[in-house]
């Protein structure tokens, strides 16, 4: 019989459970070797170090959670945005714990590699731009407060409603999506209310 195979998804995979379950410094080396059931050696076959495999699972998750925000801007579908956070979390647990209760330098003891870098300075400006991109749609300018208001919509409004749900490791109910329907329709109201006067 031969030894079993692993890819580089599988350590990924591996890794993800771990710090789901315990946080991302319990993923270790040997933790993630021993959860797939693969020699360490295996692991350094694929990965220069712990801190490019959990780059490249912060990265991953982070660009798979932000694809049905953009999409929904795409579609000029500000509430559609902002209402993606709980329903991805609810299809997507351990990445959404992995992603919304940690910060991503909480993953790297040493650090940023170099060779992702590039990937990290490209998401933070991803988001950046859609940032600007929601306010446009959605107050009609990009002003300092449009923006400000775009960060509290799609980013802070929704981790926070769902991160006792995580912190508990359960799935929102829908009253979050509530929630964050009538705090975006509250805020979106009031804006234009101001601009009127």
């Known amino acids: 019989m031969g030894r079993p195979k692993f890819a580089d998804r599988d350590f990924l ?16 080396v040997g933790a993630i070797a021993e959860r797939l059931g693969a020699p360490v050696g295996s692991f350094y076959h694929r990965f220069p170090s712990r801190d490019v495999l959990l780059g490249e699972l912060w990265l991953r998750t982070v660009l798979d959670f932000q694809q049905g925000i953009t999409a929904a801007l795409d579609a000029g579908d500000g ?25 991503r ?13 590039d990937g990290v300075a490209a998401q933070t400006q991803h988001m950046e731009t859609g940032f600007s991109r929601f306010a446009r749609l959605i107050f009609g300018r990009a002003g300092r407060g449009e923006i400000r208001r ?26 979050v ?21």
């Not at 995979?13 to 270790?28: C, H, M, N, Q, Y």
């Not at 902002?82 to 992603?99: F, G, I, K, N, Y």
């Not at 964050?180 to 209310?193: E, F, K, N, Q, W």
């Open 177 to 197: 999506d509530e929630l964050i329907r009538l705090t975006y329709d509250a805020v979106t109201a009031d804006y234009h209310a101001r601009r009127r006067r």
């Open 105 to 117: 330098d909480d993953f790297l003891q040493g650090g940023w590699p170099d060779s992702l870098r």
């Open 150 to 175: 775009a960060q509290f919509l799609l980013a802070e409004l929704p981790v926070g409603a769902v991160r006792q749900h995580l912190q508990r490791r359960e799935k929102p109910p829908p009253i």
């Open 13 to 28: 995979d591996a890794a993800l459970a771990i710090a789901a379950e315990r946080g991302p410094l319990a993923a270790t």
């Open 79 to 103: 509430l559609r945005a902002a209402l993606h956070t709980p329903q991805w979390v609810r299809m997507h647990v351990d990445e959404a714990r992995l992603l919304l209760l940690y910060h």
